[in-house]
């Protein structure tokens, strides 16, 4: 019996071993869904508190510090979100979501977000929360083109409609929602955004800014381009609104906290208070640069008239599934990570402190793997000695 412990932990710790070697010396990630904490935030994550409950009426004993810290990260996040109300609560981006849609939609009424055909966030769809609650999902008009809402047609559904829940935002997104012209339209119903991909450029001033654009709501993941641990925070200015998400949160969609994750949290919120604006800005030159060296080796990518992108993703213009598919696993077999809707994204690029040149070399590698110049065997090679040149993080407290 013994034996047999001794080779399951060692199969368990080689693979956790091999796939932290496997995608921080032979990969370049690309996926724009996820990021790379700092190691002080790991440490935090590993903590304790990862051990530990509390609760408000406070049920369990010993609580005094998970408190403090939750306090703590919440006046960060106001601070660094320039907003009244802040809850990191939620364990998930979804879980802000289900949050808003439980407590102020019910069955058969109607809401309107970005379709998932167009890059809009499933779980909310017709493919998920929607028709889990009995929703009516409608969608904004939209121009695949411009890969955005077209204004004009949405303006025309958001005062028609007899809706009770507006969501801007959503997955795929290279460029700011029209929020300013579109929000006044929308009266009468909840507006929030979901700002999951795009809360790392919300942070350092970049991209939009929800709040002071007519969102009663501006929610989502802490690990995308925010490159905090996994999970979620809601934002607010609306006392009324945010109130009644606060009051319903505890017992009603979470228990446990998850403390070790809002202490790890608030080290990336005091991050973001540092270098929010600085690598905000680095990584949507790096977005960039990628989109234009990829489009200048002839590789489609969408949003050619509006400059390719203004936030940490791209989006390529393939549209057969199946090539979408064969050219990400191609990518991979050369130790580039993508997703298979061919989206690209920079931020954790831009985390282990690759600048603008880098983005055209992986352009470069890119683009020969795809028209057939290059196998895969052969750019591994490049993408491992990219990928072992830079191993430190950028944008970070620690030292």
């Given at each position: 019996m013994e034996s047999e412990i001794t080779t399951l932990v060692r199969r368990l710790t080689r693979t956790v071993r091999r796939h932290e070697e496997w995608r921080r010396q032979e990969c370049i990630t690309l996926i724009p869904s996820e990021n790379l904490m700092s190691g002080t935030a790991r440490l935090l994550l590993a903590s304790d508190f990862g051990h530990r409950?509390?609760?408000?009426d406070h049920f369990y004993m010993g609580s005094q510090f998970t408190d403090e810290v939750k306090s703590f990260a919440e006046d960060l996040a106001r601070k660094v979100f320039k907003c009244k109300h802040a809850d990191v609560s939620p364990l998930s981006g979804h879980i802000c979501n289900m949050a808003t849609m439980l407590l102020f939609t019910k069955k058969g009424d109607r809401m309107i977000s970005v379709s998932p055909e167009h890059g809009g966030y499933p779980g909310i769809s017709h493919l998920g929360l929607g028709r889990i609650l009995g929703l009516e999902n409608l969608y904004f008009p939209f121009d695949k083109d411009a890969v955005n809402i077209k204004t004009d047609d949405?303006?025309?559904?958001?005062?028609?409609?007899?809706?009770?829940?507006?969501?801007?935002?959503?997955?795929?997104i290279p460029f700011p929602h029209p929020l300013s012209d579109l929000s006044p339209k929308a009266r009468g119903t909840l507006k929030i955004y979901d700002g999951s991909h795009v809360l790392g450029l919300i942070a350092g001033g970049r991209f939009q800014d929800p709040l002071r654009e007519g969102c009663d709501l501006l929610m989502g993941s802490s690990h995308k381009s925010f490159f905090g641990p996994q999970g979620g925070i809601i934002l607010s200015n609306n006392s009324e609104?945010?109130?009644?998400?606060?009051?319903?949160?505890?017992l009603g969609l979470v228990d446990n906290l998850h403390w070790n994750r809002i202490a790890?949290?608030?080290?990336?919120?005091?991050?973001?208070?540092?270098?929010?604006s600085s690598y905000a800005d680095q990584v949507i030159r790096n977005t960039h640069a990628l989109a234009k060296g990829l489009h200048d080796r002839g590789l489609p990518v969408r949003g050619e008239k509006q400059g390719f992108s203004r936030s940490?993703?791209?989006?390529?213009g393939y549209e057969d599934p199946q090539e979408k598919i064969r050219i990400a696993e191609t990518l991979e077999k050369a130790g580039i990570i993508t997703d298979?809707?061919?989206?690209?994204?920079?931020c954790e690029a831009t985390r282990r402190d690759m600048k603008d040149a880098d983005m055209d070399n992986i352009a470069d590698i890119i683009a020969d793997l795809i028209n057939g110049r290059s196998k895969p065997k052969d750019a591994k090679t490049k993408v491992v000695a990219l990928a072992r040149s830079h191993q430190s993080?950028?944008?970070?407290l620690d030292t």
């Amino acid at each position: 019996m013994e034996s047999e412990i001794t080779t399951l932990v060692r199969r368990l710790t080689r693979t956790v071993r091999r796939h932290e070697e496997w995608r921080r010396q032979e990969c370049i990630t690309l996926i724009p869904s996820e990021n790379l904490m700092s190691g002080t935030a790991r440490l935090l994550l590993a903590s304790d508190f990862g051990h530990r409950y509390s609760a408000p009426d406070h049920f369990y004993m010993g609580s005094q510090f998970t408190d403090e810290v939750k306090s703590f990260a919440e006046d960060l996040a106001r601070k660094v979100f320039k907003c009244k109300h802040a809850d990191v609560s939620p364990l998930s981006g979804h879980i802000c979501n289900m949050a808003t849609m439980l407590l102020f939609t019910k069955k058969g009424d109607r809401m309107i977000s970005v379709s998932p055909e167009h890059g809009g966030y499933p779980g909310i769809s017709h493919l998920g929360l929607g028709r889990i609650l009995g929703l009516e999902n409608l969608y904004f008009p939209f121009d695949k083109d411009a890969v955005n809402i077209k204004t004009d047609d949405a303006a025309k559904l958001l005062s028609a409609a007899n809706h009770s829940l507006t969501v801007f935002g959503s997955s795929f997104i290279p460029f700011p929602h029209p929020l300013s012209d579109l929000s006044p339209k929308a009266r009468g119903t909840l507006k929030i955004y979901d700002g999951s991909h795009v809360l790392g450029l919300i942070a350092g001033g970049r991209f939009q800014d929800p709040l002071r654009e007519g969102c009663d709501l501006l929610m989502g993941s802490s690990h995308k381009s925010f490159f905090g641990p996994q999970g979620g925070i809601i934002l607010s200015n609306n006392s009324e609104v945010f109130t009644k998400i606060r009051d319903n949160m505890y017992l009603g969609l979470v228990d446990n906290l998850h403390w070790n994750r809002i202490a790890a949290l608030a080290y990336t919120l005091i991050e973001m208070l540092r270098f929010g604006s600085s690598y905000a800005d680095q990584v949507i030159r790096n977005t960039h640069a990628l989109a234009k060296g990829l489009h200048d080796r002839g590789l489609p990518v969408r949003g050619e008239k509006q400059g390719f992108s203004r936030s940490h993703q791209l989006i390529l213009g393939y549209e057969d599934p199946q090539e979408k598919i064969r050219i990400a696993e191609t990518l991979e077999k050369a130790g580039i990570i993508t997703d298979k809707g061919i989206r690209m994204g920079t931020c954790e690029a831009t985390r282990r402190d690759m600048k603008d040149a880098d983005m055209d070399n992986i352009a470069d590698i890119i683009a020969d793997l795809i028209n057939g110049r290059s196998k895969p065997k052969d750019a591994k090679t490049k993408v491992v000695a990219l990928a072992r040149s830079h191993q430190s993080l950028a944008f970070t407290l620690d030292t």
